[in-house]
């Protein structure tokens, strides 16, 4: 998580910075809600904060970081993806010991507590697509095409009558999921090759950088609709067009950096685990081995395992 959220929040100071002092008169930032998302927001407390994936833990009651208010789902993600060990583990781990399954529940219990209502009464959304992925395909190959499309059409009127009725919050948040997870448990089974199309080709590019846009997308926004009305009023209210040569801008960004973060995970996990497990290893390869002259040998290189 960190290759992108920590390049993320320094840009998005940046892009913050530039907007308050440039366009702070504009209409995009003289509007309350985005000014009090900007004001003395920006510190070091408040970046180790977001850095620490505890901005969604209501009983800290941390502000937002500047404009990029897409983050507060990354501390629900970083919570979620400690508290299923833990409690999956303690719960179901037989082949553990039972003190340590103890310990994690005691841990499970107190993690739940200390997340509070916000983050908690969301994990179950959560752990709908870790059952999707356990689950085993059983649908039968000649119904697959048919469950797939009542399944998409059901998640579609589902979508429909939550924006027709008043029904909001973790309750819409639950049925939402669960219409989702009972169409994604059928596509699921769609385990055939794709053609080589536009479309998949496309599909297939642009799924790479969700998570550097899903990060980085919000102060690049509120800077370039800032520019725009401060030196094109006539232009900025043509709003299709705005959000169209805006949302240009902000994909190319997005590319961009995925190249430059996000794309490198992979190779940025391997060599902290390389020296984690050479600095692990370092205590144990000075072990003194017999020899004629009853002299320690040289250490023996321990050779990282990825």
């Not at 800290?60 to 583990?89: M, Q």
């Not at 520019?227 to 232009?235: A, G, H, K, L, N």
């Not at 902290?272 to 002259?293: D, K, Q, T």
Request: a positive charge; hydrophobic letters at 55%.
């Amino acid at each position: 998580l960190w290759t992108v959220a920590i390049p993320a929040l320094l840009l998005g100071t940046v892009f913050d910075a530039i907007s308050l002092s440039a366009f702070s008169k504009t209409r995009v930032l003289s509007h309350a809600e985005i000014t009090s998302g900007l004001a003395g927001t920006h510190g070091v407390v408040q970046f180790l904060r977001y850095l620490c994936f505890l901005q969604s833990i209501n009983r800290l009651n941390i502000p937002h970081f500047g404009t990029d208010w897409a983050l507060w789902s990354l501390s629900n993600e970083f919570w979620y993806y400690a508290l299923f060990p833990i409690l999956v583990v303690g719960i179901f781990g037989t082949r553990y010991p039972k003190l340590l399954r103890a310990g994690l529940g005691v841990l499970g219990i107190f993690l739940l507590w200390f997340l509070g209502a916000g983050i908690t009464a969301a994990f179950p959304v959560w752990l709908f697509g870790a059952v999707v992925y356990l689950a085993p395909a059983k649908i039968p190959a000649r119904f697959q095409g048919l469950f797939t499309m009542v399944l998409t059409a059901q998640f579609l009127c589902v979508l429909f009558l939550m924006r027709s009725i008043a029904v909001g919050g973790v309750k819409a948040d639950l049925i939402i999921g669960l219409s989702f997870t009972l169409m994604l448990y059928a596509i699921l089974h769609q385990v055939g090759p794709a053609s080589a199309s536009l479309y998949s080709r496309l599909a297939h590019t642009i799924s790479f950088p969700s998570y550097s846009l899903y990060a980085i997308h919000m102060p690049l926004i509120v800077l370039l609709a800032a520019f725009c009305e401060s030196r094109f009023p006539s232009v900025f209210r043509h709003t299709e067009l705005i959000c169209a040569v805006i949302s240009v801008f902000v994909l190319a960004y997005a590319a961009i950096f995925y190249r430059l973060f996000e794309r490198n995970t992979d190779h940025v996990r391997r060599f902290v685990e390389a020296h984690l497990v050479r600095h692990r290893a370092s205590g144990n390869s000075n072990i003194a081995s017999p020899s004629s002259n009853g002299q320690r040998l040289c250490p023996v290189k321990v050779s990282s395992v990825h």
